[in-house]
Each structure stands twice: as structure tokens, then as C-alpha cells.
């Protein structure tokens, strides 16, 4: 029998991947392109690899509890000077005092989040958030400090339990995987760790029980925030001979909706939302977090893309975009990838509203019926309109370099894409 108060987390899909404000100096270094674009990229990655697998091969003791200054609980890995945290809140006692009724199907009302947030010598930026959800009836006087405490904690160990087995999962799995089998089997693991993740009849006070589960993120657009966990699960399992890794970073005073257009060549792709579609880049603002989450009071926000090929032989080619949008006259841009087996790999950036098809066409180089492709073989490069900058760098033309995820060689390419508008300076 379910118990009359249900917590359930779920993932906040409004909230973007974001990165403390110091990361303009990390930006301004890395958009010289070559070895600081690794830099930049694996500075991160590897933490993260590591993390992975600390998590994947331990058990329960890896996992160290904490305080924050508010009192609120936090659970974290610790290697090094590098920190995986999950931190919890509750924003909202309304709900949770009154209840919110005894409708079928319940109502839910969100009370409280969960984030998980990794800490590197970049600074701290959320991978996973939560909104915290309740459906019951209200607690009354019950409705105090140690209530509350056991209600932190539960959905703390449901946001770590569903961490944990994601991780595990994807560790045991067989890897090399065709990309369709990969995304099939990483919605799978976070399925299944959902499922598994939750606690039911948990007490909370004296004769009070509560049920805890967490829904899956599988539908969050993996280039996201709320699920970078299960971006990274896919590239663990995905097989993979020549791989392009992209961030876009919005160091602006508005929102952005960006996006991956078309991919006319490769084999896999993943995004802030599906091919053709865009996604909300937040603006530079506060950071979307619980209190001592960021030691920032300003984020800056980004989108994780990646690109795989099988063959190294082959090419990837794609464009992206940013939608324009005429309240704030953001003229929009494309911009044009392509990852060469065979030659250089070239790069074209514009602002430009252009059909990405016609862009595409203008823009696809080693194509004869094509013969002054605007795709140039270049480390970096930039555009300018009116305040707004656009730039890109990467790490290498061609060949085969450490990859930013485990430093293994292969044929692994960075690319960094950075707009600004001069509301915040790269420093």
C-alpha cells in the first residue's frame, strides 16, 4: 500500500549545464586554439573519467558525508582537489505543511532540488538537477527541523543511488557498441536506475512514513544540464574511431536558442535537443543552484555536443545554429564542422539566418562540385556583428591526439565555440 506522502525527483530540463564566471579567463586561453583547447577540454573530462570510474569500482566508502553551513546534508567523492557533491534543499515548506490534496492522479508541487555538482580547478558546474516533488497530505505541526532533516536525506540517497547504478551499469556494459544500440542501452541503464533508486515506507518521523522515487532524464536533451551524466554514459558505451567534442558557450545578456540543424555526414550525434531542433542557452546570470552549490554568484552557461564515427576513414560534417530573434535584433549564426578522415578538417563561422542546407552547400569542402568551399583549415577564426562576437577554435587539423575524456590516443578533435556580446568581458 502506498504510503499517503510521495516524494518523487524529477529532472529540471529548464535549467542549462552552467560553469562559475571565472571561466572567461579558461575561454580566452583556450580560443588561441592547439594544445589549450585539450587543455580546456580535459581539464574537466578526465575529472569526471576519474570520478566515473572511482564510482563504478567502489563501494558505499567512497561516498564521504557532509554539512553545508545551513545545515543542509551533502554526500561527495573526493579525489584529489577534484569533488563529485550531491546537495539537497528545500525551497518551498507550503506544500509540505498543507498538503496538496488526495486527487487521482496525485498532484504533485515542487518543494525542494537536488544537484549534482563537479569541482575542479575550472570551479564548480551542475551535471544533474532535480526539482523535488510532493503529493500528500500535510504534516501540520509534524512539519519541523528533524522531519525536514529525514526528508533531505532520503532524497539525497535516491539522487546517489540513481547516480550509483547508472555509473555501474555502464561500466559493466559492453562497450563498442553501434550507435543505435549505445542510445537504446543508455536509456536502458537510466531506466533501470530510476527503478532502483527510490526507497518506499521510509520513516521520517515516529509512525510517518514516506515513499521516494526518482523519473529517469532519458528525455532530457543530453547537451543539457540536467543530465550530462548520461551524455557521458553514452560515450563510455558508444563504439568509436573518430570522435568530435563541442562546447557552446553563451557569454551574453540573453537567451540563446542554439542547436544542431543538420548533419549531413556522420554516424552519430548528440545535442542540446534533436537534430533540427534548439534548446534555451541561458544568458550569463545567477546560477540556478542551491545555496553553497556554486561559490559563484553568477554562472555562465553552456551545451555539451558530441559526434562519433566508427571509421576512422570517414567524415562527420554538420551545422549548427542559433535561432536570430528580431526583439533583441541577434542577427543569428551558423556554424559549419567538418571532421576529415582523410584531410584537413575545415571550419566556417557567420552571422547569418541562412537556410543550413544552402549553408552546408556553400560551405562542404573536398566535394568537386563545390570548388571554393567557404570552409577554411584553420585552428581558429571570428566573426563580428554589431556587439556580437562569435568565435571557434580547435585542438588539431588532423591526426591523432590524447583524448580529453582518458588520454588514450585516437583521432579525437575539440571544438570550442564562444559568443559574446561585451556584457561580460574574456579575460
Not at 577540454?41 to 545551513?70: C, E, K, M, P, R
Not at 546517489?160 to 541503464?189: H, L
Given at each position: 500500500m502506498a504510503s499517503p506522502h510521495q516524494f518523487k525527483l524529477s529532472p529540471?530540463?529548464?535549467?542549462?549545464?552552467?560553469?562559475?564566471?571565472?571561466?572567461?579567463?579558461?575561454?580566452?586561453?583556450?580560443?588561441?586554439?592547439?594544445?589549450?583547447?585539450?587543455?580546456?577540454?580535459?581539464?574537466?573530462?578526465?575529472?569526471?573519467?576519474?570520478?566515473?570510474?572511482?564510482?563504478?569500482?567502489?563501494?558505499?566508502?567512497?561516498?564521504?558525508?557532509?554539512?553545508?553551513?545551513?545545515?543542509?546534508?551533502?554526500?561527495?567523492?573526493?579525489?584529489?582537489?577534484?569533488?563529485?557533491?550531491?546537495?539537497?534543499?528545500?525551497?518551498?515548506?507550503?506544500?509540505?505543511?498543507?498538503?496538496?490534496?488526495?486527487?487521482?492522479?496525485?498532484?504533485?508541487?515542487?518543494?525542494?532540488?537536488?544537484?549534482?555538482?563537479?569541482?575542479?580547478?575550472?570551479?564548480?558546474?551542475?551535471?544533474?538537477?532535480?526539482?523535488?516533488?510532493?503529493?500528500?497530505?500535510?504534516?501540520?505541526?509534524?512539519?519541523?527541523?528533524?522531519?525536514?532533516?529525514?526528508?533531505?536525506?532520503?532524497?539525497?540517497?535516491?539522487?546517489?543511488?540513481?547516480?550509483?547504478?547508472?555509473?555501474?551499469?555502464?561500466?559493466?556494459?559492453?562497450?563498442?557498441?553501434?550507435?543505435?544500440?549505445?542510445?537504446?542501452?543508455?536509456?536502458?541503464?537510466?531506466?533501470?536506475?530510476?527503478?532502483?533508486?527510490?526507497?518506499?515506507?521510509?520513516?521520517?518521523?515516529?509512525?510517518?512514513?514516506?515513499?521516494?522515487?526518482?523519473?529517469?532524464?532519458?528525455?532530457?536533451?543530453?547537451?543539457?544540464?540536467?543530465?550530462?551524466?548520461?551524455?557521458?554514459?553514452?560515450?563510455?558505451?558508444?563504439?568509436?574511431?573518430?570522435?568530435?567534442?563541442?562546447?557552446?558557450?553563451?557569454?551574453?545578456?540573453?537567451?540563446?536558442?542554439f542547436g544542431i540543424c543538420i548533419v549531413p555526414q556522420g554516424e552519430s550525434s548528440k545535442g542540446p535537443a534533436a537534430v533540427g531542433q534548439t534548446a534555451t542557452i541561458t544568458h550569463v546570470s545567477p546560477a540556478k543552484a542551491p545555496p553553497g552549490v556554486m561559490p559563484q554568484d553568477t554562472a555562465i552557461y553552456y551545451s555539451q555536443l558530441a559526434f562519433n564515427n566508427s571509421n576512422p576513414l570517414t567524415s562527420i560534417g554538420y551545422i549548427l545554429e542559433a535561432l536570430s530573434d528580431s526583439t533583441t535584433s541577434f542577427p543569428g549564426f551558423r556554424v559549419g564542422i567538418y571532421v576529415d578522415g582523410n584531410n584537413d578538417n575545415t571550419l566556417y563561422v557567420q552571422f547569418t539566418d541562412d537556410d543550413c542546407n544552402d549553408f552546408w552547400s556553400n560551405f562542404e569542402p573536398y566535394n568537386d562540385n563545390n570548388p571554393n568551399p567557404t570552409g577554411q583549415s584553420t585552428l581558429t577564426m571570428k566573426a563580428t556583428s554589431g556587439n556580437y562576437t562569435l568565435q571557434i577554435a580547435t585542438n588539431q587539423l588532423n591526426g591523432q591526439s590524447p583524448s580529453p575524456l582518458d588520454a588514450t590516443q585516437g583521432y579525437n578533435f575539440e571544438h570550442l565555440i564562444v559568443l559574446t556580446d561585451g556584457s561580460v568581458p574574456l579575460s
Open positions: 529540471s530540463p529548464g535549467i542549462s549545464t552552467g560553469a562559475p564566471l571565472t571561466l572567461t579567463q579558461e575561454l580566452a586561453a583556450a580560443l588561441q586554439g592547439g594544445t589549450p583547447i585539450y587543455d580546456f577540454f580535459s581539464g574537466d573530462g578526465q575529472a569526471l573519467q576519474t570520478f566515473y570510474q572511482t564510482i563504478a569500482t567502489g563501494d558505499d566508502t567512497v561516498w564521504l558525508d557532509g554539512t553545508l553551513s545551513n545545515g543542509n546534508p551533502v554526500k561527495y567523492v573526493a579525489v584529489g582537489n577534484n569533488y563529485f557533491s550531491i546537495y539537497t534543499q528545500i525551497t518551498d515548506q507550503t506544500p509540505l505543511q498543507n498538503g496538496t490534496g488526495n486527487g487521482d492522479p496525485p498532484t504533485y508541487k515542487a518543494v525542494g532540488s537536488t544537484v549534482v555538482v563537479l569541482t575542479t580547478d575550472f570551479g564548480s558546474q551542475q551535471l544533474v538537477v532535480h526539482t523535488i516533488e510532493y503529493a500528500g497530505e500535510g504534516f501540520g505541526s509534524l512539519l519541523a527541523a528533524p522531519l525536514i532533516g529525514k526528508i533531505l536525506m532520503y532524497g539525497l540517497r535516491t539522487a546517489k543511488n540513481y547516480v550509483v547504478s547508472m555509473v555501474k551499469s555502464a561500466f559493466n556494459a559492453p562497450a563498442e557498441q553501434p550507435a543505435g544500440e549505445a542510445d537504446d542501452n543508455t536509456d536502458e541503464i537510466d531506466s533501470n536506475a530510476a527503478d532502483g533508486a527510490g526507497t518506499e515506507g521510509a520513516e521520517i518521523a515516529e509512525g510517518v512514513t514516506a515513499d521516494f522515487t526518482i523519473s529517469a532524464g532519458a528525455g532530457i536533451a543530453a547537451g543539457v544540464g540536467v543530465v550530462v551524466i548520461l551524455f557521458f554514459v553514452f560515450l563510455q558505451l558508444i563504439g568509436k574511431q573518430i570522435n568530435n567534442y563541442v562546447r557552446f558557450y553563451n557569454v551574453t545578456a540573453e537567451d540563446i536558442q
